[in-house]
């Protein structure tokens, strides 16, 4: 979407729109293939709770779009706009980096209610025997139509009114509807929609999903199987899932592979069975009676992170694949992360949002987040910001609004000391069972332990459990990367910029330089941050960013075409970018910490 403010019409009105897509039948009320026969002035509204032929309501691609403006003098003609919309409040989502998925974030919108007069949301308005303005008002109306709302798709734009209008000039966010409240009553209407990272919230989607079915055959601890039946009228709810070459089943505490399915009658036979864990894994055989659980399991196999953040949005948070970029998420990893990728056994059903918070953790990811405008789910890792990689500069002079920057120590992410478990040995016992791990080293930056720094150990504790056959150099380059970006503490910031701004998102790079940050000398310092919360709701955009040390300390190998380019010499961009040969201090010339090869 394009946003037309950098030349904003002298005396243009700002206008905010929210837009909810709501279920609408294709087919015309009495005309086939629609059979209700009702007289004029009874059809449906085509929405589902009005539907009189129930077995012919088809609303695939099709919405009864409502679009609720804020009042403007100047109310576009044609545009579909009713101006019940007085306030829009927002609480963007933010993240914190390395911690897993960010918080998801909302916008209310407050509404007024009113009579009405069906136009554009009741087709046979002009059959109807009364008018809808002496029928109630709005809201009460729209809520008795669409009671199922929720989930719906929600919009919201910003911008300002030109001629022509066209709401293609705003920026628009996308949300999903969560809630309506007050409708019917004297303070209006409130809607408040969230950001489609709700969707993977622990209390609504887990993955693998909980198995219906049960053992159709006893087994004793030392019985061998080639196949298992299992009782289930969801015959399809042991097939293999896409990512999975072999599977598993768990049956209280042991797990058994198999490698097929096929339908029998009253539910399933699982074929190619193995009794045993997949290797690195180990569980104990046991003794199982007719009728007892059979769980699928997830098998995620030598995978790579974004990939299976892609697939536990999509299977298990019904999250569009539309939404979910894997394939640049991909790209993005291998560029800066190499091959590195992940194993793990899940046996019981998990939260979604737990799972992918721990896939970010213990891959060096920096975040994961909802992008409004761009209608998708963004992914980042640890890195420095790529070459030619546009980074805006913010400064006290020119784009911050004055009095609105604010600079703090962020000192409750500091860590200096990781303890990584790895190697889970049986995957059905408890995560945090350190006894059930083979390794747990232990990575620790001395100079931020030493009583000249912090003086105490920061510690954080991982139970790698997406590491069950990682090599240990791997587990020490997350651990030591984790490290270089907790074991100083970081500047956080929160500033506003005018609103011409507010193409800066969440995940960007910004150079800041402000009279609050200088150098050894007293002379100002630019510091590279990185955004981790944007909210736009607001008559100025309000950013909150924290410091990047990746950016600081580590760079790239300079090409050839640069052969000889000292640190004296090099540009600002240039230091920033590449490595440059400190002295045996590991200072370089004008006492800048040197960098590390990324």
Known sequence: MSYNTDKVTPGAQRIDVMQVDLGKCLHTYGSAPCAATGAAGSECVNSWESCQDAANYDETDNYQTVSICTPVSALPVGAGLIPFLKLVECDPGDITPEDGVGKVGSVTFKCIDAPHDDVGIDPYV????????????????????WPHYQGRNARYYTGYVHAPFSLSNLRCRHYVVENLSGFGGKEGVTIKAKDPLQLADDKRSQFPKKSTGTLLTAMTDVSSHST??????????????????????????????????????????????????????????????????????????????????????????????????????????????????????VVRPLGVSKQCGEVIQQSNS???????????????????????????????????????????????NLINDCVFYNGQIDPTKDDDDEANYLYAPNVIDAASVDSKEVGAYRTRKIYGTWHAATPAATIRRISERLITARASVPFVVTLELNRKDDDISTGDFIDLTTAGVRNLHGETKTIRMRVVKADYS???????????????????????????LTWADATDEQRLTYVFIANNAGYYSDGTPGKRIF
Request: a negative charge; aromatic letters at 10%; proline letters at 6%.
């Open 538 to 564: 607001g008559t100025n955009v309000k950013y909150t960013a924290r410091q990047d040390f990746i950016s600081d300390r580590f760079g790239l190998i300079a090409p050839d075409s640069l052969s000889g």
């Open 228 to 345: 298992l039946d299992i009782s289930t009228s969801n015959t399809t709810e042991y097939d293999l899932y896409p990512f999975e070459a072999i599977s598993c089943v768990a049956m209280k505490d042991e797990v058994v592979q198999y490698t097929g399915t096929t339908i029998i009658t009253g539910g399933v036979r699982l074929t190619g069975v193995t009794r045993s864990a997949p290797s690195p894994y180990v569980t104990t055989a046991q003794a199982h009676d007719i009728g007892d659980d059979v769980q699928k399991c997830a098998w995620w196999d030598d995978m790579s992170p974004p990939t299976i953040l892609g697939y536990l949005l999509e299977l298990g948070a019904a999250v569009p694949s539309a939404w979910i970029p894997v394939s640049t998420w991909e790209t993005l990893y291998t560029t800066w992360l190499g091959s590195q990728t992940m194993t793990r056994l």
């Open 126 to 145: 002009s059959t109807r025997p009364t008018s809808a303005l002496t029928r109630g008002t709005f809201w009460p109306r729209l809520r008795a139509r």
């Open 366 to 412: 920096w975040g994961m987040w909802w992008q409004e405008v761009d209608q998708e789910f963004g992914y980042e890792v640890y890195r420095p910001a790529a070459l030619g990689e546009s980074v805006p500069v913010i400064d006290d002079d020119g784009s911050i609004v004055k009095g609105s920057l604010k600079l703090a120590d962020d000192t409750d």
